[in-house]
C-alpha cells in the first residue's frame, strides 16, 4: 500500500513542476520542459492526494494550489511585460500573453486533472479551465481593458488613414473580447457600440471637409469608396451582424440624410456655392438603385 503524502510533501513535488511549467510564458515549448515520467509523476502526486481518506484528503487545498500558481504567473511573469505598453504594443502583447497562459493553464490542468473529475463538479465550483480564465480576465484584463478598447478604436482609425494596421490585430483583439466573456458577448458587444460611434464621429467630422473640397459627384464616388473600404476591413475582424450595422452608419453619414443636412448647412453657410444640399441630392437621386444593401454587395 502507497504511504500517504501529506500537503507538505505533496507540495514540495508540486512547486518543482510548477515553477518550470512557468518557464512556458517565457517561450519555453511544453516538449522541452517534461518528460513523460515527470508528467506522470505530478498527475500521480495530485491523484493521491486527492483519494486518501481524511485527514489526508487534500483536494480543496489543491484547488487553491492551482489557482495560486495561476495567480503567481500572472503578476511576476504577464503583468511585467504588459505595463508600460500602449497602441498596437500592448495589443500585441496582451494577445501573446493571452495565448502563452492558455497553454500554461492547460498545461498545468493535466496535474490537477483529477479535480475536475471528483472535485469541481462535486463542489459545484468553476471547473479549472474556467478558473484560469477567471484569474486572466480579473488580474489582466479587467485592469487594461480601457486601455486594449481605446488602443484598438485608434488602430482601426489609422487604418482608415493609411491603411497600415496588420488586420490580425484587430482580430485578435476581437476573439479576446468574446473569449473573455465565457459565453457572454458583453466585452464584444460594447466594442462593437465603441466602434459603430467612433465610425459616425469620423465620417461626420470628414464629410464638411469634403463639402469644402470635391464636387458632389466626386463626393459621391468617394463615399462608395470607403463603404467598400469599411466593409473590406471591418469583415476581418467583426461578426456580420457587426459589419452590417457598421455599414449602416457609414451610409447615413455619407449617403443618408445625415449627409444631406450636413451640405444643406454648408450651403447657407456658403451662399456663394449654392444649394449643396440640392445639388447632392441630385446627385443622389442621379444613381438609381442606390441604396445599402446594393452599395455593400458591390465590396
Not at 489557482?67 to 504594443?89: G, H, N, R
Not at 485578435?172 to 466573456?181: A, D, K, P
Not at 457600440?193 to 469620423?202: Q, W
Not at 448647412?265 to 449654392?274: F, I, T
Request: some cysteine.
Amino acid at each position: 500500500m502507497k504511504r500517504k503524502l501529506t500537503l507538505e510533501e505533496g507540495l514540495s513535488i508540486l512547486k518543482e513542476g510548477i515553477s518550470k511549467a512557468m518557464m512556458i510564458l517565457d517561450g519555453y515549448p511544453t516538449s522541452s520542459l517534461f518528460t513523460c515520467e515527470e508528467y506522470m509523476k505530478l498527475y500521480d502526486c495530485v491523484y493521491h492526494m486527492c483519494v486518501q481518506h481524511p485527514p489526508y484528503e487534500y483536494c480543496a487545498e489543491l484547488y487553491e494550489i492551482f489557482k495560486k500558481a495561476l495567480e503567481e504567473s500572472i503578476t511576476s511573469k504577464i503583468m511585467p511585460v504588459l505595463k508600460d505598453k500602449t497602441q498596437s504594443f500592448l495589443i500585441y502583447e496582451v494577445w501573446n500573453m493571452w495565448t502563452k497562459y492558455k497553454v500554461l493553464a492547460k498545461f498545468l490542468g493535466g496535474f490537477f486533472l483529477y479535480l475536475d473529475r471528483h472535485f469541481t463538479e462535486d463542489r459545484k465550483t468553476a471547473s479549472l479551465s474556467e478558473l484560469s480564465t477567471c484569474c486572466f480576465r480579473d488580474l489582466v484584463f479587467s485592469e487594461l481593458y480601457p486601455k486594449i478598447l481605446e488602443a484598438a478604436i485608434s488602430l482601426i482609425n489609422q487604418d482608415r488613414e493609411d491603411n497600415s494596421v496588420c488586420r490580425d490585430l484587430l482580430k485578435n483583439v476581437s476573439t479576446l473580447f468574446i473569449e473573455m466573456g465565457s459565453g457572454k458577448m458583453h466585452y464584444y458587444e460594447n466594442f462593437e457600440t465603441r466602434i459603430i460611434a467612433s465610425t459616425a464621429n469620423y465620417y461626420n467630422n470628414l464629410f464638411p471637409q469634403w463639402l469644402l473640397q470635391h464636387s458632389p459627384i466626386d463626393i459621391f464616388m468617394k463615399a462608395q469608396m470607403c463603404l467598400n473600404q469599411e466593409k473590406e476591413r471591418a469583415s476581418q475582424f467583426l461578426h456580420q451582424t457587426s459589419v452590417e450595422k457598421l455599414l449602416q452608419v457609414v451610409h447615413e453619414q455619407l449617403l443618408g440624410q445625415t449627409a444631406l443636412d450636413q451640405a444643406a448647412l454648408y450651403g447657407k453657410q456658403k451662399p456663394e456655392c449654392g444649394d449643396c444640399s440640392i445639388q447632392y441630392q441630385e446627385v443622389l437621386s442621379g444613381c438609381a438603385g442606390l441604396n445599402l444593401g446594393e452599395g455593400s454587395s458591390r465590396v
